[in-house]
């Protein structure tokens, strides 16, 4: 049933009795992000449906579109953790970027085929330099940009899924929830902590450097991306200025000639020293005790509420053990937890010794498969690991 509304103009207009666009805007929810200047913000997207449709294959393929699609938007991941029926990511979005056209170009040869590639820089050359401008502009706009780097990265995704699984339609609950995460160490610690026991707080693990899904897991596991990320979030939860750990983070600066333009960019306290990047002993030992200390189950403390009493943890006795090894993960356990994956896989030898059994066996891998196997890094030699039968 209509109502009648009375205008600015003094007219009378009947309109719907349920606004539509508050109901929009309500399961939009709001996308409140500081522009401007980098921030560290936590992204969580559920399935339609909150469907189980993610097992192992689809997981290692949502994670090296993530590193993928985050290199190209020049966004960083501190830690992630890919579960059945939902992702978390924490990353670093950075403020303006300024990259040359040399800068644009590599950049687009890591997500385009490089025929696109050399097809778009021969149109390129062919403009006067106000095009070339805005075709450069163009491509910038997509980069340090969160909104444009969820849509890209979800959609690849649904497409190599539906592709894959022979489905249609949309893959993806609505749209990504975003939280900023203000560069306060207890307040980044606290969200990176929250991500990488999600495994342990669904009861899927008991510890969770068990988990090869997280950013935590994949970096016990010797992932030097999942290492860098988390090296990146110790520098700033020790004080360090966050546009400094990830100029440094990023390795290739992009920002120092704005800096260099503008000295005033740099918030009071910050400084532009590029510190050493904390060993990665130190770096597991001290985000290990945190994680056990957050992951700790509170089963038997009666004084708590009955919610977090029956959250999933980590045994009491197994923290206070964690607590007197400093953290340490005793090397026949780290060992142990990489010698897993060489069940995981068909194979286990040389690059050479594999790409054998590759050409052996043809029907069993795609054509479009470039690597023989992976390393799960256990030692210094050259030990790989074959898996992902299509």
């Known amino acids: 049933m209509n109502k009648v509304w009375l205008d600015k103009s003094g007219k009378f207009e009947s309109i719907p009795s349920v606004w539509a666009g508050m109901g929009r805007r309500r399961n939009r929810g709001l996308r409140v992000l500081p522009k401007g200047q980098g921030y560290f913000v936590h992204v969580t997207s559920r399935t339609a449906g909150r469907a189980f449709l993610f097992g192992d294959e689809e997981k290692r393929v949502f994670v090296g579109m993530m590193r993928q699609w985050a290199e190209f938007s020049h966004l960083a991941v501190l830690t992630h953790c890919i579960m059945d ?28 085929p490089e025929p696109k590639v050399e097809a778009w820089e021969l149109a390129y050359t062919l403009q006067v330099k106000e095009v070339q401008k805005d075709m450069d502009a163009a491509v910038l706009a997509r980069m340090g940009d969160l909104s444009e780097f969820m849509r890209v990265l979800k959609q690849s995704f649904t497409c190599w899924y539906n592709r894959t699984h022979g489905r249609r339609g949309t893959l993806w609950d609505a749209r990504y929830r975003s939280v900023v995460v203000d560069n306060q160490p207890l307040a980044l610690m606290a969200v990176a902590a929250y991500i990488d026991l999600n495994p342990l707080r669904a009861g899927i693990v008991k510890d969770p450097l068990d988990y090869a899904w997280s950013g935590y897991g994949v970096a016990i596991l010797g992932d030097e991306s999942a290492r860098s990320g988390l090296s990146a979030l110790m520098r700033v939860a020790h004080g360090q200025a966050p546009l400094d750990v990830m100029r440094f983070h990023r390795k290739k600066d992009f920002y120092e000639k704005k800096v260099a333009d503008d000295p005033g960019r740099i918030s009071e306290g910050e ?29 038997a403390n009666k004084s708590l509420p009955r919610k977090a009493r029956e959250r999933k943890g980590m045994d009491p006795a197994q ?72």
């Open 85 to 112: 029926n939902h992702v978390h990511m924490m990353l670093w979005v950075p403020g303006d970027l300024h990259l040359d056209h040399q800068q644009i170009k590599e950049k687009l040869l890591m997500v385009w």
């Open 271 to 299: 400084s532009t020293e590029k510190r050493p990047a904390p060993s990665w002993s130190n770096v597991k030992a001290f985000y290990r005790l945190w994680l056990v200390n957050k992951g700790e189950s509170h089963a």
């Open 319 to 390: 923290v206070l053990a964690e607590y007197e090894a400093m953290g340490d993960v005793p090397f026949n356990e780290h060992l142990q937890k990489k010698i897993r994956s060489f069940t995981q896989g068909v194979a286990v030898g040389s690059p050479g010794f594999l790409e054998e059994l590759m050409r052996a066996y043809p029907d069993n891998f795609s054509q479009n498969r470039k690597c023989s196997g992976i390393s799960p890094k256990v030692s210094q030699g050259d030990w790989m690991c074959l898996r992902e039968l299509d």
